[in-house]
């Protein structure tokens, strides 16, 4: 065991003192299943002295009845779940404090299951080494290969091969080496260098804190020995300052400054900065916190900076060294893991959350998908729970950015449902796309508001969706008769005529719906923007998808109209005998039948065709545009 401090008892102080300025390491077990994680951070914080007399004594009882026949089971000091133990496998990621005479630690104890690979994403997004654990009985097995290379793909450069459960194999060193060798040779292929390999036993102890005498042949560090001493944190400090806006501290009318905490470099009074994304410069002035100012803070430091200028400075913006900026753009190549249950819909809006910032951000099919046991890049037009793929993203306004590789701050980022507020993936930005760098708007001097004036009205798009067989397109056509008449100038959408030409290369599955209701919408805004009032009539099953057509356009021009008809109505009616053959299996992913229908929330206006007739329907939408102000 560690030793525990004498100052504890003879200045408490003093060792407060001397604790609270340690470094800080976070790291990750991971590797296969049963190699023996939860057991080695068990053993680490027995070692550490950090588990209570009456932790003990219930590890005591409770080892009598588990894996380990009478000793003591570590493992039951990190598996919490009563699932966990009931199977003797981690499923959720157990985060757990320790600390020695020379450093703190947080580690990760995270999943070995294939199915819980976005629990382990989690848990190494933070982390800055690795214990790969690897069954001495077992080498080198697919799950390894797994998660070293999510290890790799997260930018995990410190590595530990825990040859573990040596003492089942009688110690040998040829088994040992013969792991090593083959680990170091797959480490290779996927660019992971800096790699320490130990032999050890978590449950008896060996090479945990202290060298072992069961391996006279092995020179090496012990575990406990590598993890206080590896360098941690000097990558971040070593490159350009960087330093996302969190906060515009404003305590008083004599005090304005820019908080957040310093996610590269170092910067100093007199430091010139840069502003991403607009591109302002000024010169720091202050570097304030609490208790004083400081002449330098350096990565990881929260401060405020407060500047010479006042220049435009916001939350989600980033102060930058002046000489070698964060980049900046909308549209990136980017390594995805899918962490939610529903696919990832390519088209469809989340929300992109990088540092502070968090913008719309749309995604395109998959490059490709990275099968993680083999390492191949295969075909995929959508992502999967716990699948991996490189895609583009696309979003609504420029970022500050660096590569992944250069600055995880930077280049690390969550996507979040845009309706459920669920975080469904996370990702790490490769690089900015060459078009978003060379496609600029081009100003247009006959603008919406001209166009307005001269066709007398205001345009907007009037969305009509409902099941199919609900009446969409014949009240949408009575309501452009109307329009006409009151000399209105229209454009009518159909989701059939649409088909025939823009969206003919679309089936329909989930995806290609979205990506069927994102064109539309598109081409609904150009439209807009030409003055015209747009009718859309289609099913639009998804809330995802009409929310996004509204918000292409300006607050006020969207106009929902639920066409709300009961589905045995609708399946009577049957026009096109669509719902006959999907009863029949001969047409699949049919709305209301085998894919869902969402209908609106809040829509601008509800039409009951059970009690409306389709003239009187169009009657009252007219109406209700011209209460909107739409007709003049």
């Known amino acids: 065991m560690t030793v525990p401090s004498r100052l504890i008892a003879e200045d408490i102080e003093s060792y407060l003192n001397v604790h609270q300025h340690k470094s800080l390491l976070r790291f990750i077990t991971c590797g296969s299943v049963d190699d023996g994680k939860s057991t ?65 630690f947080i580690v990760a104890d995270t999943p070995g299951h294939e199915q819980y690979t976005r629990n382990m994403v989690t848990g190494a997004s933070t982390a800055e080494a690795a214990v790969i654990l690897i069954d001495a009985r077992k080498g080198v097995l697919t799950q390894t290969r797994r998660h070293s290379y ?62 072992s005498q069961n391996t006279p042949w092995y020179h090496g560090p012990t575990l406990l020995g590598y993890l206080e001493t590896v360098p941690v944190g000097q990558h971040a400090k070593d490159g350009p300052f960087r330093m996302p806006v969190q906060w515009v501290n ?38 304030v916190t609490m208790d004083d100012d400081l002449d330098e ?20 913006d980033v102060l930058c060294a002046a000489d070698s900026p964060a980049g900046s753009a909308d549209q990136f190549e980017a390594h995805v893991v899918w962490m939610a249950e529903n696919e990832m819909m390519p088209g469809r809006p989340y929300l992109l959350k990088l540092g502070a910032r968090t913008v719309p951000v749309s995604l395109s099919r998959p490059k490709y998908r990275v099968d993680v046991n083999t390492l191949e890049h295969a075909a995929a037009t959508t ?54 760098q060379n496609v600029h708007w081009q100003a247009i001097d006959v603008d919406k508001a001209a166009q307005a004036e001269l066709k007398g009205h205001r345009p907007c798009v009037v969305w009509f969706t409902g099941l199919s067989g609900a009446g969409k397109s014949s ?54 923007n030409a003055g015209l009032v747009v009718l859309v009539s289609f099913i639009s099953p998804f809330r995802s998808e009409r929310r996004m057509a509204r918000d292409m356009v300006d607050e006020g021009e969207f106009v929902e109209v639920f066409v709300d008809t009961p589905l045995d109505v609708a ?30 929330e809040n829509p601008e206006i509800r039409i009951d065709t059970t009690v409306t007739v389709p003239e009187a329907a169009a009657e009252e939408i007219v109406n209700r545009l011209r209460d909107l102000g739409v007709l003049r």
């Open 150 to 211: 999510l290890v790799s793909l997260l930018g995990i450069g410190k590595i530990v091969v825990a040859v573990n459960k040596l003492d089942l194999v009688g110690y040998s060193r040829d088994v040992f080496d013969t792991i090593e060798a083959e680990y170091r040779d797959f480490a290779a292929q996927i660019g992971l260098t800096d790699i320490v390999c130990i032999p050890m036993s978590a449950l008896r102890g060996d090479n945990i804190t202290e060298p």
């Open 571 to 600: 399946e009577q009616r049957d026009v096109k005998g669509l719902y006959r053959k999907a009863r029949r299996g001969e047409l699949t992913n049919f709305t209301g039948i085998d894919s869902p229908y969402e209908a609106p």
């Open 250 to 287: 404003r305590p008083g009318h004599d005090f304005r400054g820019f908080s957040g905490v310093v996610v590269g470099g170092r910067v100093r009074p007199g430091d010139r900065v840069r502003v991403v994304p607009s591109g302002q410069q000024s010169t720091v002035v202050r570097v």
């Open 383 to 436: 992502l999967a729970l716990n699948e991996i793929g490189v895609c583009n993203l696309n979003l609504d306004r420029p970022i500050a950015f660096d590569p992944y590789a250069e600055n995880r701050d930077m280049g690390g980022f969550v996507l979040i449902d845009r309706l459920t507020n669920a975080t469904v993936g996370a990702g790490m930005l490769h690089f900015a796309l060459r078009r978003s």
């Open 40 to 104: 080695l951070i068990g053993r680490l914080l027995y070692e550490s002295h950090l588990v209570f007399e009456d932790h003990l004594e219930a590890l005591e009882a409770d080892s009598k009845t588990g894996t380990q026949g009478g000793e003591l089971d570590f493992a039951l000091l990190v598996d919490g779940l009563a699932a966990e133990r009931e199977q003797g496998i981690t499923i959720d990621v157990a985060y757990r404090f320790f600390s020695t005479e020379k450093r703190k």
């Open 475 to 528: 009240i949408a056509n009575l309501v452009e008769k109307r329009l006409h008449a009151l000399g209105a100038h229209t454009t009518l959408l159909d989701g059939d005529n649409v088909r025939h030409g823009l969206n003919k290369d679309l089936g329909f599955t989930e995806a290609d719906r979205v990506e069927n209701i994102r064109r539309v919408g598109e081409v609904s805004r150009l439209m807009v």
């Open 297 to 316: 803070a350096v990565a990881e430091q929260s401060v405020t900076l407060t500047l010479a200028d006042e220049i435009d400075v916001s939350r989600g």
